[in-house]
């Protein structure tokens, strides 16, 4: 796959829009890009005052659009707005009220749609109850939640009053739901009895129950009745959701927050053992996931919007809940998995709904593609006019195959490059303006200065690899890590003065596209998942019989990484099999399944250097079951790595 990628590069093969997509297009010229593009680098201030101005609803002015105290960022102080109200409350009484907010289809099949005024009717309710509940501005709220309308309901409820959430993703275990409850001392926990998955059900309200055992800082926990499977119920802790928004006044007065209010903590994986809590806020998050779902998906008042992340990642905070109903699109939410019960329930729901733009990740389209064409053909696609691309590097082999089976080599791609931390889309074509080129993310979004730095922090010049940085600060950032501002500094601050790295490496081509090379620190990208490799050392070396681990990625088809790790064992224990799959599931049972390794390799010890390191490059390349090249005089005991490699 890498070879493929840089022959392209070197074709620098270009992919433009048609006509007819360019002329519906809100930024139809690759000349009209570049004027606001420098418009919003030269004046950004002015540029943002005019954006926010423009495309919210603010209940009092701001007084000063930025104010930066590096890296500290304060964007539009003194303004005061209601995020909710953004995402719903205007719609109402426009042409909109009555168009569906969210179209809902559950593994089973069942569907429910609710329009804007509908929406608006289940916030209010479930508002008032979380209120009823205690919580205020500024607590804390866990949501463990299917993908349901509902999960909805709740992210923007805690929006609309003020309180803080914070979505975990309904895969992971009830260890790690307790280590992120503990780490911001949630005082509610919403989740579900359970949700659908591959034709079962996940008792997610099992897990909660299991975390809750060490979660001191719990009240109360509000089930949602979803999947109807049997779920013990703590008198005095417990709520039905049902019992209560049926006592629950459907009114509910937004108040007015000011622009710096968090918004949600969204824990995501770093290079140690603990996840961080990147914080984001109101106005400026709001702004820019408002501002990018209306230029990069070039949002019409008719489309239907598909983007098939969870709620429980970033991509579906921006781009299901905040983006996009900000905007007051139509969003298409389905909770299941995409082969169930056959391998074409997507292209069956983009058929049924009439999908106009879909947004997924390259793992998915590969697996798409490993599944064949005859379960697309089943279905009719013309709906859909635009396609998007989310969460690690898409090699120009997919990107060809999404643009020609699934777009019909009509529909432009959005290869959208961000993460949890930029809080919006940071790099990509804009789809009526820039020519794609398959593999390259693209060019940078309007007020986002990217530059590919060497070690010692200076530009390189074009063509060259580096570390991808981003130098001027933009609203929708992440303010600091929750309770951690010096491991915020410390993460994306210190690599390069007062610039922010965000990990990846890159590369910039001739005319400007930047060419991601992917994570350069010790994260692991799994099926779009972000892993810590020492996440998964730590989830290791918690069970009685591992003495030590190191974990690293190795290439694959589908995953983009597969998980390797390499375990030495305590005496008495014996490397076999069945201890392998106990591996395996007690990792599931830590992190959640999701991260479970694909390949245990045992040692008697690990490749290390004379000073202790482990030496990773080492243990990649024999994962990757590469010939051993390098240096490896630094090694202390070179017979080690023969033992990792027969195991291969
Ligand atoms: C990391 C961020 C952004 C939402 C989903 C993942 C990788 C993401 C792309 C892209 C190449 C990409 C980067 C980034 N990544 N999108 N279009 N091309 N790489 O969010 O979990 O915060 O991960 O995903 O490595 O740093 P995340």
Redesign the pocket.
């Known amino acids: 796959m890498a070879d493929k990628k840089s022959s392209v590069t070197q074709k620098g093969e270009k992919v433009s829009p048609s006509q007819e997509f360019k002329k519906q297009a809100a930024i139809q010229s690759l000349a009209e890009y570049k004027r606001l593009y420098s418009e919003s680098v030269k004046n950004p201030k002015k540029f943002w005052n005019t954006q926010a101005k423009d495309l919210l609803l603010w209940r009092k002015p701001w007084k000063q659009t930025l104010k930066w105290k590096e890296p500290h960022a304060k964007w539009f102080v003194g303004g005061k707005l209601n995020v909710c109200e953004n995402c719903v409350d205007r719609h109402l009484g426009t042409a909109r009220e009555n168009k569906a907010a969210l179209i809902f289809e559950g593994e089973p099949g069942d569907q429910k749609t609710l329009t804007y005024r509908q929406l608006h009717t289940e916030i209010c309710r479930f508002s008032n109850a979380l209120e009823t509940m205690g919580i205020r501005k500024g607590d804390r709220v866990a949501i463990y939640m299917p993908m349901v309308a509902e999960a909805v309901v709740a992210m923007l409820s805690c929006a609309r009053i003020g309180a803080v959430h914070t979505v975990i993703f309904g895969g992971f275990s009830s260890e790690s739901i307790k280590d992120r409850v503990n780490d911001c001392s949630a005082k509610l926990v919403i989740t579900a009895d359970g949700g659908w998955r591959r034709g079962k059900i996940i008792d997610l309200k099992a897990n909660v129950n299991e975390a809750l055992k060490g979660c001191p800082s719990v009240e109360n926990v509000i089930t949602l009745k979803r999947a109807s499977n049997r779920v013990h119920m703590k008198k005095g802790r417990d709520h039905w959701w049902h019992d209560l928004v049926a006592n629950a006044s459907h009114v509910h007065k937004a108040k007015a927050f000011d622009s710096e209010t968090p918004l949600f903590v969204l824990y ?1 994986s770093g290079s140690t053992g603990k996840p961080k809590g990147v914080l984001h806020t109101s106005g400026g998050y709001l702004l820019g996931t408002t501002m990018t779902s209306k230029y990069v998906f070039d949002l019409r008042e008719s489309d239907t919007y598909w983007c098939t992340a969870d709620i429980g ?3 579906g905070h921006s781009y299901v809940v905040y983006g996009i109903l900000s905007n007051g699109g139509t969003n298409v939410i389905y909770e299941g998995a995409p082969n169930e019960p056959g391998p074409d329930r997507f292209w069956s729901i983009v058929d049924h709904h009439k999908v106009t733009i879909f947004y997924t990740a390259p793992t998915a389209i590969r697996a798409f593609m490993k599944w064949g064409e005859a379960h697309i053909k089943k279905h009719d696609l013309s709906s859909l006019r635009l396609l998007g ?6 090699n120009p082999e997919a990107w060809k195959w999404y643009h020609k089976v699934i777009g019909g080599g009509r529909c432009p791609i959005v ?7 930029t809080g919006g889309i940071m790099i990509t074509t804009l789809p009526g303006a820039a020519y794609s080129k398959p593999g390259s ?1 693209g060019l940078p979004f309007f007020g986002v200065v990217a530059k590919v730095f060497n070690d010692a922090g200076r530009e390189v010049r074009r063509g060259r690899s580096g570390k991808l940085v981003l130098t001027q600060p933009w609203p929708s950032m992440l303010r600091t890590l929750y309770g951690d501002n010096r491991r915020y500094k410390e993460t994306y601050w210190s690599e390069y003065d007062g610039v922010y790295f ?3 490496g890159c590369r910039q081509d001739k005319d400007g596209y930047f060419w ?1 090379v ?2 350069i620190d010790d994260v692991l ?1 799994v099926s ?1 998942h ?1 892993l810590g490799t020492a996440e998964i050392e730590s989830a290791l070396v918690s069970h009685p019989s591992v003495a030590e681990s190191a974990t690293v990625g190795r290439p694959h088809d589908i995953k983009g990484s597969a998980i390797v790790c390499f375990v030495t064992l305590k005496d008495g224990y014996k490397g076999n099999d069945a201890l392998k799959a106990t591996l395996r599931a007690h990792v599931g049972g830590e992190i959640g399944p999701f991260a479970k390794p694909d390949e245990i390799r045992f040692a008697t010890a690990l490749p290390k250097t004379r000073s202790g390191k482990i030496m990773r490059r080492l243990l990649k390349d024999i994962a990757a079951g590469k010939e051993i090249h390098g240096d490896t005089t630094t090694l202390e005991d070179v017979s080690v790595v023969r033992q990792l490699q027969e195991q291969g």
């Open positions: 995501t990642w970033i991509t691309s989310v969460g690690e590097p898409i290869d959208t490059w961000w993460q949890t931390e993310a965000c990990g990846d991601i992917g994570r990208n779009g972000r």
